[in-house]
């Protein structure tokens, strides 16, 4: 049973705070909103955190406070699981946080219904799944382990006109505070997992990550993918961005994508067939990769050892250890973006919990807490200088989606 309460009135709050303390205990889990005024000014010290208390004093029962009625909905629906109870307790507006519920928990049961066996959540928090570590909620979470399941949930919710993205790892990728209105799809597990060899070629499924690449490559003697190690993100976000490293890029070793076409039907396309450019693939942003094919030449073990230590090497020297999503900007024609914002004064430059980082100036690190409006004035900051000193107009390289606030 899990029970999300309004106290009503600042005075009945006071006054009662004991007794509702003892009554929740019945609960498994509570969450408490700020209080329903009912027309009473705020008492000093009283407070939806005066409820949490009374409840830790009482028992056992794990009592959270929620400091947005607007926003409960998505803290309350994360934790959920089958079989579980949900009650919407108060004399206020709270009801309004269990219809929102209820809407998307219909979405999610019908998606069920059709995809049996597939993982959903909701409210899934986009900071999780993005390595800088900032970014508020996807409404609908799902994380399909084959090819027809994704297919299946890309086709239920387009047809009901909901929006889809598809995340990886979440590199190169910031999520708005607000988070993401519509449904992520994050094929992690099963064959987008996979990573397999044949002869002089590695098909990988777009949840493997370009590290794991390199590293079943040098133990098949496979030389040409030492680049990789130094890659962050996994195959699916490396196709659609043809990221590289090291003067290498995706698409110099893609043999075929296999792909989910905007008609619905898996398709494989050889690489003649796909136009690449740098960070831009305009196949891939109509199209959802599923897998895709790179060849590489036999080697010894030995060279490829070395090669991969020196792109980690090159990685950690260069590169900062804090939470960061990669490289923020394209680089100009002119000059190397991390080059041009140590030149105008950025390094170390701080706007919240968000820092341009010291070792790299393309980067910027979340030194614990940032959110994205931190990272987002930060960019506006570093764009906005070098159009005014130096006639430069930068270009993100960053994927920046979402909401600036939560409005679902």
Same mark, same amino acid.
């Given at each position: ?6 106290? /009503? ?22 969450f408490v909103a700020p209080i329903y005024a009912a027309s009473e000014d705020p008492i000093d010290g009283v407070s939806g955190q005066t409820i949490v208390d009374a409840? /830790? ?16 909905? =998505? ?16 004399? !206020?507006?709270? =009801? ?98 996979? *990573? ?9 499924? *777009? ?11 040098? +133990? =098949?003697?496979?030389? !040409? ?14 196709? &659609?961005?043809?990221?590289? $490293? ?18 619905? @039907?898996? &398709?494989?396309?050889?690489?003649? @067939? ?27 073990? @030995? +060279? ?7 792109? &980690?090497? =090159? &990685? ?6 804090? $939470? ?22 950025f390094k170390t430059t701080r706007t919240g919990k968000a820092e341009v980082s010291p070792e790299h100036g393309n980067f910027i690190v979340n030194r614990g807490g ?9 960019? @506006? ?22 909401? +600036?606030?939560?409005?679902?």
């Amino acid at each position: 049973m899990i029970v999300l309460f309004q106290p /009503h009135r600042f005075s009945r709050t006071q006054k009662l705070a004991d007794d509702f303390g003892k009554a929740l205990q019945l609960a498994d889990l509570v969450f408490v909103a700020p209080i329903y005024a009912a027309s009473e000014d705020p008492i000093d010290g009283v407070s939806g955190q005066t409820i949490v208390d009374a409840v /830790h004093t009482h028992g056992d029962t794990p009592a959270l406070l929620i400091d947005d009625l607007a926003k409960a909905h =998505h803290v309350v629906g994360n934790v959920i699981e089958a079989g579980d109870l949900i009650l919407t307790l108060g004399a !206020g507006n709270v =009801h309004e946080a269990g219809n929102k519920l209820i809407h998307d928990l219909k979405v999610i049961e019908e998606l069920a219904s059709e995809c049996g066996g597939i993982s959903m959540k909701l409210y899934e928090l986009m900071s999780r799944h993005t390595t800088i570590r900032v970014g508020g909620p996807a409404q609908y979470w799902i994380e399909p382990e084959d090819f027809e399941q994704f297919r299946k949930s890309v086709r239920f919710f387009k047809a009901r006109g909901i929006p889809v993205r598809i995340v990886g790892r979440g590199s190169n990728l910031l999520i708005r505070d607000g988070g993401i209105r519509g449904a992520v799809i994050h094929p992690k597990g099963g064959r987008f997992g996979e *990573v397999k060899v044949h002869g002089e070629m590695i098909t990988a499924g *777009v949840g493997a990550r370009f590290k794991k690449l390199s590293s079943v490559a040098r +133990d =098949h003697h496979l030389e !040409g993918f030492e680049w990789m190690e130094g890659i962050p993100g996994n195959v699916g976000g490396g196709l &659609r961005m043809n990221a590289g $490293a090291m003067g290498v890029e995706t698409f110099d070793q893609v043999v075929s994508v296999t792909f989910l076409d905007e008609d619905g @039907e898996v &398709r494989t396309r050889n690489r003649e @067939e796909i136009e690449s450019f740098y960070r831009n693939v305009p196949e891939l942003n109509q199209n959802y990769a599923l897998e895709a094919t790179f060849l590489g030449s036999k080697g010894e073990i @030995e +060279d490829i050892q070395k090669r991969l230590d020196e792109s &980690r090497h =090159h &990685r950690i020297t260069t590169q900062p250890k804090a $939470a960061s999503a990669g490289c923020i900007f394209k680089n100009p024609s002119s000059v190397g973006a991390g080059k041009l914002i140590d030149e105008m004064g950025f390094k170390t430059t701080r706007t919240g919990k968000a820092e341009v980082s010291p070792e790299h100036g393309n980067f910027i690190v979340n030194r614990g807490g940032a959110s994205a409006e931190d990272v987002l004035a930060l960019i @506006e900051q570093i764009k906005e200088q070098a159009l005014k000193t130096r006639e430069i107009a930068l270009e993100t390289e960053v994927q920046i989606l979402g909401e +600036d606030d939560s409005l679902f």
